[in-house]
């Protein structure tokens, strides 16, 4: 089993800069009567619960890879909100043919999946008619923390602990516009962060 790296403490030191992008998505959102939400990537659950309130969803989902982020979203499930261990790319594959969702909500997480022309096509796929798929990812795969961090992984001893592993980011913005939807993705540059909002083709 994989180490799991992410420790609910240390994410939420810096709990008001990680919301103010979720927030950000969320005003772009058009709620609609009972609506059917997922959220990848909900982490500690704590916004997961602020979205479900703020659309008066009729059911949420919440969906993560980290039980140790999981365990604390044990405080924020309510009715018609849970919270489920499982990864974005397995939930997209798994979810095929099964009922529709009126808002796939994502803040802060598909950066750390890959495939994004795959994973975009997937989620699409799983709208309903006049769905909405609402996205947020970092932008700062060029900023200088990023690219000395690549530069150094090149280097010894780090090239040969990392077995010359080198993670090159998914380029979101050109997965978006290559994809068939109602409205074009509108991209929101937001502390360093993109956006993107649009409606699946009813």
Not at 107 to 130: E, I, M
Not at 173 to 196: H, Y
Request: glycine content about 6%; hydrophobic content about 40%; proline content about 8%.
């Amino acid at each position: 089993m994989a180490k799991d790296v992410w420790d609910p403490t240390q994410y939420d030191r810096f709990r008001d800069e990680r919301s103010q992008p979720f927030f950000d998505l969320l005003n772009l959102v058009r709620p609609q009567p009972g609506m059917q939400v997922v959220d990848l990537g909900c982490g500690t659950g704590e916004l997961t619960y602020k979205l479900h309130r703020h659309l008066g969803a009729r059911e949420t989902l919440g969906i993560d890879s980290s039980p140790a982020m999981l365990a604390e979203s044990r405080a924020h499930a309510a009715q018609g909100l849970r919270f489920e261990k499982n990864e974005i790319l397995q939930f997209a594959a798994q979810r095929a043919g099964e009922a529709p969702w009126d808002l796939i909500f994502s803040n802060a997480a598909l950066h750390w999946v890959p495939q994004h022309d795959h994973l975009l096509r997937s989620l699409t796929s799983l709208l309903a008619p006049g769905g909405q798929l609402a996205i947020q990812v970092p932008a700062n795969h060029d900023h200088p923390s990023q690219t000395v961090a690549a530069q150094v992984a090149t280097e010894a001893p780090f090239r040969e602990a990392l077995e010359g592993y080198a993670r090159r980011s998914p380029v979101l913005a050109r997965s978006l516009p290559t994809i068939s939807f109602a409205s074009p993705p509108t991209f929101f540059p937001s502390s360093g962060s993109a956006i993107g909002n649009s409606s699946f083709p009813a």
